[in-house]
């Protein structure tokens, strides 16, 4: 970001090893099953064809050693459900899937070594939200309106005759929400909009990730250039999201903020930076939009 005569080792190692783990007990990330169930996770390499390299326990919770993983990139997340058994497969760009005769398989996600905090699946018995068709009502929606207007039929009928027993209709419940289609890597340019002294670059061209959980918890945002920001925080069911986070850009510590929109293949959004050292008491502002 900021014009120096030229990078630092600590700039160097930062632009190495920024986004990895740390040597010291950053190997491991969490893993999240919806709904939570006891699972292995199976790697698809070319090197490693079917090695379970986690489990999780009945509360679908676990850990992953991503050192298991290293220089495998961008891994396909897949559902695999047979009559005995149900796992979650790992196939690496050089991996193929089981040839599994009486198992079904559905691509759930992705997984980014080295740039992912954690290992969120949402099985396919997870409720997900039904989306209308053709600018019509879902079933879903049209269920829930005749099951409501049902249940006032029945109430109405009950007070009029003043007694003869009670109803109790079922209150329809609210549909999961699945925004993981909204997650992802955009490719983004950002410019600079304010700039109290720290003399920043005007412009620049990098990634912005957005990962989380499927209703939007627990989100982890991420500014991808020379110098990686991290953000946590999380996204409203419009696509709005909004993190703070903490770091040092090689001698500038700030603490900052992100905010904006993500639809299933945009971005845009505003990031905030405040300075503690470097320039402290300064603030500068980067709008930034893009596309998968």
């Known amino acids: 970001m900021r014009k120096v005569g030229g ?11 920024g986004s990895l783990p740390s040597a010291q007990g950053g190997q491991s990330v969490p893993i999240n099953v919806q709904p939570a169930s006891a699972v292995d996770v199976v790697l698809f390499s070319a090197a490693n064809a079917g090695k379970v390299v986690a489990s999780t326990g009945s509360d679908g919770k676990g ?3 991503i050192l298991k993983l290293a220089n495998l990139g961008k891994i396909a997340v897949v559902e695999e ?3 005995d058994r149900t ?20 691509r759930v996600g992705v997984f980014w070594v080295g740039r992912d905090t954690a290992l969120n699946v949402t099985l396919s018995g997870a409720p997900t939200a039904t989306t209308a068709g053709r600018g019509g009502m879902s079933k879903t929606t049209k269920e829930i309106l005749i099951g409501a207007g049902a249940a006032a039929a029945v109430t109405g009928v009950v007070v009029a005759k003043g007694g003869g027993g009670t109803s109790s209709p079922t209150t329809p419940t609210t549909p999961t929400i699945d925004l993981t289609p909204r997650f992802g ?14 003399n920043f670059n005007g412009s620049f061209s990098g990634q912005f990730y957005v990962g989380g959980i499927a209703d939007g918890s627990n989100l982890t945002l991420r500014m991808i250039e020379r ?5 946590a925080g999380s996204m409203q069911s419009s ?3 909004s993190g703070t986070g903490s770091g040092n850009l090689d001698g500038f510590a700030y603490t900052g903020t992100v905010s904006g929109t993500a639809t299933n293949t ?8 405040n300075f503690s050292t470097g320039c402290p008491g300064k603030m500068v502002v980067y709008a930034f939009s893009g596309t998968k």
């Open 7 to 17: 990078f630092t080792v600590a700039a160097l190692v930062a632009l190495a090893f």
């Open 63 to 65: 850990t992953l050693d």
């Open 81 to 83: 459900k047979c009559p």
């Open 87 to 106: 796992r979650v497969l790992l196939v690496a760009s050089d991996g193929r899937e089981p040839d599994s005769k009486d198992c079904r398989k559905k």
């Open 185 to 198: 890597t955009f490719n983004i340019n950002a410019t600079k909009t304010t700039d109290t002294g720290c």
């Open 227 to 231: 110098l990686t920001r991290a953000y």
């Open 239 to 241: 696509g709005s999201y």
């Open 266 to 273: 945009t971005v845009s959004g505003i990031e905030t930076l």
